[in-house]
């Protein structure tokens, strides 16, 4: 079974800050990661996709990279609206969609 | 503008089955390159694939559900189900529908590019 972790779990931080979240597979998976956003109370939405293509709509200040096991999600400079939690999911193994743990974003 | 929206009942008893349905409306579930999902979240939790199926019919689902799982594709009606049989409190979540694009194109990198709001469904007697 192909697993995901994400690092840290939560982060506090300002606006304007650089925040960078990291996510781990247990195997490579290439290039087939996909980062989510999620606000309280409302759906997932896809930010990155194929780990580093920027969805139509998604603000520049949202970048992946990575490849292999290793992948990053850069907020480069961050804003009020992008208090959330964050997940990435591995899209390689298709008997399993698996998303990460999750990391929550919050108000320093 | 795609829209999904999930329905089905809010309250299900132990043991009975799950079932809900997501309509599609600005788009036609019969359209190539896309499958048709679900991914449920219990409460305070992280997110879980459930499984999802191509209009054709081919389908993939979780390993961990996969005896109790079926997702079906309504193209007369726009809508896709899915079925949970055997639930117990565990399966309490909040269930989503989704859009996967990507999987039957040539590179095969996928993603679940649109979502439904998402329903609560309780698991208790």
């Known amino acids: 079974d192909i697993q995901m972790t994400q690092s840290p779990s939560s982060l506090s931080a300002s606006i304007g800050d650089r925040v960078t979240i990291t996510c781990r597979a247990s195997?490579?998976?290439?290039?087939?990661l996909n980062w989510y956003q999620q606000k309280p109370g409302k759906a997932p939405k896809v930010l990155i996709y194929a780990a580093s293509s920027l969805q139509s709509g998604v603000p520049p200040r949202f970048s992946g990279s990575g490849s292999g096991t290793d992948f990053t999600l850069t907020i480069s400079s961050l804003q009020p609206e992008d208090f959330a939690t964050y997940y990435c999911q591995q899209s390689y193994y298709t008997d399993d969609f698996t998303f990460g743990p999750g990391t929550k974003v919050d108000f320093k | 503008q795609l829209q999904l929206q999930e329905s089905g009942p809010g309250l299900v008893k132990p043991s009975e089955t799950l079932s809900l349905t997501c309509t599609v409306s600005g788009a036609s579930v019969n359209t190539d390159n896309y499958y048709w999902a679900w991914i449920r979240q219990p409460p305070g939790k992280g997110l879980e694939w459930i499984g999802m199926r191509y209009y054709s019919g081919s389908a993939y689902y979780s390993p961990s559900l996969k005896s109790r799982v079926t997702i079906s594709v309504d193209t007369a009606n726009n809508q896709f189900s899915l079925k949970l049989g055997s639930v117990t409190a565990a399966d309490t979540a909040v269930y989503y529908c989704a859009r996967h694009f990507g999987l039957a194109t040539p590179s095969g990198l996928n993603w679940f590019d649109s979502w439904g709001h998402g329903t609560l469904v309780t698991v208790s007697s």
């Open positions: 195997q490579s998976i290439r290039n087939y």
